[in-house]
């Protein structure tokens, strides 16, 4: 154990986000500064996000830019390997940005430290049901969507991590949910499994005359993981005084040049609607509320969810890939190795 095996930003794509951008190198291992609390974390499993495409994009955001030569960031479920630090004892199961490599320093009290996972949680549990993508459907449709029950709940991305645990939450409130998805089989996984009330082929059918004819009293809530055309043809179909949470663009996040914005946001207006976007991070002071009620969720049957697993360390850039060309089923997850 001398080498670390990392994947690093290569060049930044101007399109879609591929293998070609990125360079598998050998490095040192990391040493911790344990004496400091410091420890060093054994990569297991990746997940993968829309989100990481902007981390690429040389621009001011939420979190800077992935630089050049850097691993990519990424969350991940690590274990600790090496520690003097009484909290994370060598062995611990934990959660974090571990990146692109095979090994990675876990600092306590850095911005984002290692979260230890809850005894028994698989790692494809954690980055799933229990990770990121959920956090940001619970806070994102409660706290920014603000459903009341008998609402009528719009989600584009449906059958993705974010999307589905999304519509669940939101059936499970109360509300009459319709999910706007790609492909029967997605389509048939949200009504057969989800319990949608109704879903929406964008690949195979007119988003506009559908909605039309499952809303005909307008949407209260509009989840949006996609941005582009769905969420202009959405805002048609606002009722007055809804809300929109701004989630993703995930239609625009590999285009060359930037699409042009909706021509309709005047509707913001005259119907008064609530446009609102959020970033997951501003509530992690309250994820253990989240996990909590995913938790009895999960264990009272009420929630289904999707894993999609692949493996090996030299497939993650294209693992990534997936994400944008519709492969993935569920939450994107990559296993690099077993806990010891």
Known sequence: MTTNKQWLLRERPTGMVGPEHFECVDSPLPTPDLAAGQVLLKTL????????RGWLMDVPSYLPPVQIGEPMRASGVAQVVQSDNPDLPEGTLVQGLTGWQEYSIGDSSGAIPPTPLPEGTPPALALSMFGSTSLTAYFGLLDVGEPKSGDTVLVSGAAGATG???????RI?????????????KCAWLLDECKLDGVIDYKNENI???????????????????????LETALNHMAEFSRIVVCGAISGYNDEEPQPGP???????????????FIVLDFLDRAAEAIEALTGWVMNGEIVWREDIQEGFENIPATLQRLFDGRNQGKQLLKLADPA
């Open 45 to 52: 499993m990746l997940g993968f996000d829309p989100a990481m």
């Open 164 to 170: 589905s645990v999304v519509a669940q939450i939101a």
């Open 173 to 185: 409130k109360g509300c009459r949910v319709i999910g706007i998805a790609g492909g029967p089989e």
């Open 208 to 230: 506009n005359e559908r909605l039309g004819a499952l809303c005909p009293d307008g949407v209260d809530v509009f989840f949006d993981n996609v941005g582009g055309d769905t």
């Open 263 to 277: 021509n309709n946001l005047m509707l913001l207006a005259t119907r008064r609607i609530r446009m609102q976007g």
